[in-house]
DNA sequence: AGTATAAGCTAATGGTTGTTAGCTGTCAAG
DNA sequence: CTTGACAGCTAACAACCATTAGCTTATACT
């Protein structure tokens, strides 16, 4: 990895701890390995490197939920994958999108960071409401909107069961950013409420 | 309000929306009304500031606990209140909690720098899981278990159902930190939540 | 071989930070 | 009236911050 990108890396994890202003350029070039002075070969400025660690998320995000079909997109969902959803097709989509918000080392990095962030600027704000609340629940109220009309789920309001099916996974998931220790404890619980949601939801017939 | 508890408040707000970092000794006295070496009078140091906020939390919320029986204390809930749990009663639960922990205004602008904060120390990690996690949780798990045994709601997983209805006021808390305009629709989706849940759980003949 | 570019370094700069020293006025207690 | 505590102020300081200037070295191209 170049140099550049690896100022990018150690910066991420630097701002995703302490935040973008108690973290100081000495303290970057340090973890890369270079002296202060030198990273502005590289970046023209603390703000630039910002800027940077931004539109690199901002493209892997484009790319992630481009193959996910997650964003807000009126691309149908493909249909055909719903004609068997079982009780571990649901399982495996939440824990799937867990461990996956969890365990994705640039990821989690950079909603760490945006978690500290969220309230300094309206680009900040509005880009962590995409990405961790609005990107999510329309995605999910779309599939469970397409599973109400196959048949296979009750007839309910699929804005609220995507609230359902999302928000514990989202409670799980800033417990285990503070809590890393408390992973297979979130895991088991997101688990139970997986089943028992499929439980309340599915149409008795259809299982 | 005198001069010391002024400090504090101003702290708070500004600490509540940069973070402790980026704000200045300097830009609290302004807040205040004085100049900053005058508020080393009151406090000897920036962190001693920060601290007399996290205690004068502290009580505040052991104070609120005490009385809500919120906290992880085995103090048995007085079981009289549920021989009448309507949905209405559920609602009003949910919204007043809400509310609370919304328009509190100490509630709300500590809560905030807790969430920039979080990461920064290991004491600031466990106090906003217990405020924001586990004691919302045990506290509704301990409610619902309750509810279950006394046969007015469908028997199931305490834990899960604390989850079920909780998380959903959580993710729309925080996303109200975020945007406060868009209280109405959270709102709006946390009542939808609210009696779906009940509907959901409630016995078909308790109703 | 010669040269240009890139990427590192040290030294220095101007601004900001938290904090201290020391002065002034106010006001209640003796 | 004196004294002492309190709460404000200005001036100053040492540390730290982001950033710039200018030097050196190595690699790549002609």
Redesign the pocket.
Known sequence: M???SRILDSALTLFSEKGY?S???????DA??????????????????FNGILSEMQTRYEKQTATLQMNGSNAAVDADIFSSVSEDTLIQMGIGLFTYFLHDDYVCRFRKMLTIEQFHNAELTTLYTKQYTDDPLSYQSRIFSMLGTCGLFRPANADVMALHFYAPLYLLLTLCDREPAREPEALQLLEQHIRQFNQIYKKENAQ
Not at 32 to 48: E, F
């Open positions: 170049n140099t550049k202003h973290v100081s350029v000495a303290e970057i070039a890369v390995g270079i002296k202060a002075p030198s990273l502005y070969k590289h970046y023209k400025s603390k703000r630039d490197i």
